[in-house]
T-cell receptor, first 114, second 112 residues
Framework: ETGVTQSPTHLIKTRGQQVTLRCSSQSGHNTVSWYQQALGQGPQFIFQYYREEENGRGNFPPRFSGLQFPNYSSELNVNALELDDSALYLC?????????????FGAGSRLTVL | DAKTTQPPSMDCAEGRAANLPCNHSTISGNEYVYWYRQIHSQGPQYIIHGLKNNETNEMASLIITEDRKSSTLILPHATLRDTAVYYCISLDYTGANSKLTFGKGITLSVRP
């Protein structure tokens, strides 16, 4: 059990639609980050939230947006879906272990865009 | 781009030690070396991290060279369940940075 849960586990959307993915992280973990993992590739950093504010973003367009809530849950929203958005989306919360940030990942939400 | 390089794949026999190499020749003094693994269709799992000294936990050992330009993850007694993609990542430990830059990792296949 990772302590980070994501929903839904799988979903199918069509091009142009919008999707919301949800994540519930461990209590006390103030930082949540989202990653996109295309088939056969390593995860790619989308953005990071700390205390409900975005404070770091990777090379993703503005149609990728997020929210973090006081109860340690968060959302990833993607507008105007494209075929290339088909991927596994991973949420991670971070904690300090021995002076370093350690990420705990959820199992992911697999999005298929048709 | 990932700041670490790993061979694409390796295999080992069940019960033997698996030694997974990683080069990080441009690592800075503020950067930890982390290892994560990803079993098929699951999220990455943290294994271990280190800065200068060798580290050991219940999962693995991490050996870092004195010049910190490379490291080796050791799984002392590999099992079939250790078959996974292993990622070696460097990350600045200052601040609250959670931006891990994953490369393609090394695929470890444990054979019976």
């Amino acid at each position: 059990e990772t302590g980070v849960t994501q929903s839904p586990t799988h979903l199918i959307k069509t091009r142009g639609q919008q999707v919301t993915l949800r994540c519930s992280s461990q209590s006390g973990h103030n930082t949540v980050s989202w990653y996109q993992q295309a088939l056969g590739q390593g995860p790619q950093f989308i953005f990071q939230y700390y205390r409900e504010e975005e404070n770091g973003r990777g090379n993703f367009p503005p149609r990728f947006s997020g929210l973090q809530f006081p109860n340690y849950s968060s959302e990833l929203n993607v507008n105007a879906l494209e075929l290339d958005d088909s991927a596994l989306y991973l949420c991670a919360s971070s904690s300090r272990v021995g002076g370093a940030n350690v990420l705990t990942f959820g199992a992911g939400s697999r999005l298929t865009v048709l | 781009d990932a700041k670490t390089t790993q061979p694409p794949s390796m295999d080992c026999a069940e019960g033997r030690a698996a030694n997974l190499p990683c080069n990080h020749s441009t690592i800075s003094g503020n950067e930890y070396v982390y290892w994560y693994r990803q079993i098929h269709s699951q999220g990455p799992q943290y294994i271990i991290h280190g800065l200068k000294n060798n580290e050991t936990n219940e999962m693995a050992s991490l050996i870092i060279t004195e010049d910190r330009k490379s490291s080796t993850l050791i799984l002392p007694h590999a099992t079939l369940r250790d078959t996974a993609v292993y990622y070696c990542i460097s990350l600045d430990y200052t601040g609250a940075n959670s931006k891990l830059t994953f490369g393609k990792g090394i695929t470890l296949s444990v054979r019976p």
